[in-house]
């Protein structure tokens, strides 16, 4: 079994909805993150937890909000989905320091029309 | 697959050849460097790391060296195999404090033609 999955892979929605990805992990890591990724811009850190109370803004939260269900438990929602939020996402987790080893899930494509 | 680089700069290696993949980072505050590897519809997954105390760390076919007087940053995988072909990203860390940030390049495609 996959030690960090991701839900959905897949979502096609329309401008204005609200939408949810959902993030899981068994590897019992304290700390998860939030990445969008788009051509040619890497990889940009949208929200990071650090454990269940603790909730950081990375460098491109607006439009976005995260919950911190549990802790293997990691959500990211798109309040109101716009076309620009278009992007594949992914979720990570690491151990104890943010420079340890990042493992991240399968992605979730997300097209906003 | 997932594409995940339009535009990014492709190494063609042939089969059994070495690679060097190259990175290019910008802030000298940066303590500690990650290559990861990224197949067609998966996420990033890890390679190797190297501290910015060190120069050059060795793993399974694969080397990582430093050169900090430049900022550079480069990945040797030997005897390239076709199970090499992925977009390899490298990320450079900076902390502040008791904060560290994670800042990921865009990606070098490898293909490996047989």
């Known amino acids: 079994d996959a030690d960090v999955t991701q839900t959905p892979r897949n979502r096609i929605t329309k401008t204005g909805k609200r939408i949810m990805l959902e993030c899981s992990q068994t590897k019992g890591h304290d700390r998860m993150y939030w990445y969008r990724q788009d051509p040619g811009l890497g990889l940009r850190l949208i929200y990071y937890?650090?454990?269940?109370?603790?909730?950081n803004k990375g460098e491109i939260s607006d439009g976005y909000s995260v919950s911190r269900q549990a802790q293997a438990k990691f959500s990211l929602s798109l309040e109101s989905a716009i076309p620009n939020q278009t992007a594949l996402y992914f979720c990570?987790?690491?151990?104890?320091?943010?420079?340890?080893?990042?493992?991240f899930g399968p992605g979730t494509r997300l097209t906003v029309t | 697959g997932e594409s995940v680089g339009l535009h990014l700069p492709t190494l063609s290696v042939q089969e059994g050849d070495n690679s060097i993949i190259n990175c290019a980072y910008s802030?000298?505050?940066?303590?500690?460097f990650i290559w990861y590897k990224q197949e067609s519809g998966k996420g990033p997954q890890f390679i190797i790391d190297?501290?910015?105390?060190?120069d050059k760390r060795q793993g399974q076919r694969v080397t990582v060296l430093l050169n900090k007087t430049v900022k550079h940053l480069s990945l040797q995988i030997a005897a390239t195999q076709p199970g090499d072909s992925a977009v390899y990203f490298c990320?450079?860390?900076?902390?502040?404090?008791?904060?560290?940030?994670?800042?990921f390049g865009t990606g070098t495609r490898l293909q490996v033609t047989l």
């Open positions: 990570a987790t690491s151990d104890t320091n943010l420079e340890d080893e990042q493992y």
């Open positions: 190297i501290r910015s105390n060190m």
């Open positions: 990320a450079e860390n900076i902390r502040t404090g008791t904060a560290s940030k994670l800042t």
């Open positions: 937890s650090f454990d269940v109370k603790d909730i």
């Open positions: 802030n000298s505050a940066s303590d500690y």
